[in-house]
């Protein structure tokens, strides 16, 4: 086998990016604010670009929101932009979904950033177990069971806002007899 | 992945803040391309001339190791599977021998589950006592369904270096919680270190 030329790889990169790019950036805009989402996809890009040859075939957007993943943490851990990054977002609008399902809403919230953070790959990202495995480097069986263990926990606290007599005004097949 | 689990994710999707509904304004194009040639220009001296590879994590890559086309039909579908233990001894002390699937066998995963692995047809507890480079030997502590060996041997299958679970190697001393079906143990969280969690859905899955 002979080694892909410049151009090779310079193809190669494009035609990841271009099925990435788009993928890449909502997942940043989920997790930050629009100037801090942009610095990081700049980062991003700059690690698959440097480290392409190792951008595997399969499994490729995983892998790049796994790199996602990092830089977006090595941007927040410096505590200015983390400054900025808070003061942004509460310039955020509040989701406008919320108003549409606030039982989810407020049960997902009750979650731990962990759990949170495995929903948000499931139903977000929608990644398979295998994949969220590749972006958060855990083993496939523990986030298989750690995402069994998440979406558990959130229907618990569903079914506790449920058994609230004063919850659920928008399910209206729902019963009102509060079970305990 | 179950009915129940759809509607979940689905319902879930609708909290996306980035929602089609309610998608924000994509980076403009422009700046797309200017981030990408900033990137690109940056080191192009370096990247493009073969360099030393830079560190990976070897997961990325890791073989995942289950039979999930046969799990995928034992659970869809119900289908009887039958294990190959040839090696099992019906009277007193016996072995069970099992094999880790190969590299490519997993296409697909089927989403961890109490109910597919209450399903299954072989499960026990047991700590690994021997990791040879062609089998890793565990001790059974605890069956839970399909056998009463004392010891299992989980054989590596040719073309593979070391028998291991969805990518991590077995560690002797360590405990774990293992599914077989059809003679190959199951990986996708189907076995797996033991834990106390991971402890407390086999509880479930096999009670009774």
Known sequence: ?180 | MTGTDDQLRTRLSAIDPLHPTTTPEPLARYRAEEILEHAMGTITDTTLTPAAPAPRTRRFRAPLLAAAAVLAVAAAAGVAVVMTDGDADPGGSSTLSLSVGSGDAMSSCLQFDVAILAGMPIAFAGTATEISADAVTIEVDRWYRGGDADVVWVSVPDGQTSAALDGVSFQAGTRYLVTATDGVVNGCGFSGEASPEFEAAYAEAFAG
């Open chain 1, 1 to 180: 086998m002979t080694e892909p030329s410049d151009l090779d790889r310079r193809r190669r990169f494009d035609d990841i990016i271009g099925c990435v790019y788009v993928p890449l950036q909502r997942y940043l805009r989920r997790r930050a604010d629009v100037p801090t989402a942009e610095d990081v996809l700049g980062d991003v890009l700059l690690v698959l670009w440097r480290r392409a040859d190792d951008i595997p075939s399969e499994g490729t957007l995983a892998w790049c929101y796994a790199v996602a993943r990092r830089c977006l943490a090595n941007n927040l851990r410096g505590a200015q932009r983390r400054a900025r990054l808070l003061t942004r977002l509460t310039e955020l609008p509040p989701p406008p979904t919320e108003e549409s399902d606030p039982d989810l809403v407020a049960a997902f919230d009750a979650l731990s950033d962990a759990d949170r953070e495995l929903l948000r790959l499931w139903a977000w990202e929608q990644l398979a177990p295998r994949e969220i495995a590749q972006v958060l480097d855990i083993s496939p069986n523990a986030a298989s069971i750690r995402l069994h263990r998440a979406t558990g926990r959130l229907r618990r606290h569903l079914a506790k806002r449920k058994d609230r007599p004063a919850g659920g005004q928008l399910q209206g097949q729902r019963g009102t007899e509060a079970s305990r």
